[in-house]
């Protein structure tokens, strides 16, 4: 897992940035195993991002967009699989839900397994503020936050940097 391991801090994003850019572009591809392997190769730059507890929102964003649209059962898999490692770190978003829930009904058995997961770690999950999902959302667009941290970089910030449960699962 090189690519994971390679984003350790804010320093090493300016690296990632080119990899998660070019990934998301393969992931409007033709091709469905170019698709499945850009899915892999973000999901593995999620976990680093993770770890390093920076903000996931540039590759949570693509990976969210591509499964909206994606027909191929084996890149929906993939890609949900990937959007999965936000259930291990605890960094899912409010903002997701929306997007994930719409396109539920026309995944496969086994990406709408991950993204069931997924939903159910989400933050209103207990409570019942996700039942329903957003029929105006239409993309999974984050907006900053007054300070400029994005709610996923406040997440990830406040969730994995530091935290026990990061720090055992990463050891």
Do not use: W
Request: charged share 25%.
């Amino acid at each position: 897992m090189e690519a994971a391991s390679s984003i350790k801090d804010d320093a090493d994003l300016p690296k990632a940035t080119g990899a998660i850019n070019r990934s998301s572009g393969e992931l409007a591809s033709g091709e469905p195993k170019v698709r499945e392997l850009a899915a892999a190769h973000l999901g593995d730059l999620l976990i680093g991002a993770c770890r390093a507890g920076l903000d996931t929102s540039s590759i949570v964003l693509p990976l969210v967009n591509a499964l909206t649209r994606e027909a191929d059962p084996v890149v929906q898999e993939e890609i949900a699989h990937s959007l999965g490692h936000l259930v291990e770190y605890g960094t899912v978003s409010d903002a997701i839900v929306g997007p994930l829930r719409e396109c539920m009904p026309r995944l496969c058995q086994e990406a709408a397994d991950h993204v069931t997961d997924v939903l159910e770690a989400a933050p209103g999950a207990s409570d019942g503020r996700n039942d329903q999902a957003s029929a105006d959302s239409e993309a999974a667009e984050v907006p900053p936050e007054p300070s400029g941290i994005s709610p996923f970089g406040a997440m990830n910030r406040r969730l994995c940097n530091g935290s026990e449960a990061c720090r055992d699962f990463v050891s």
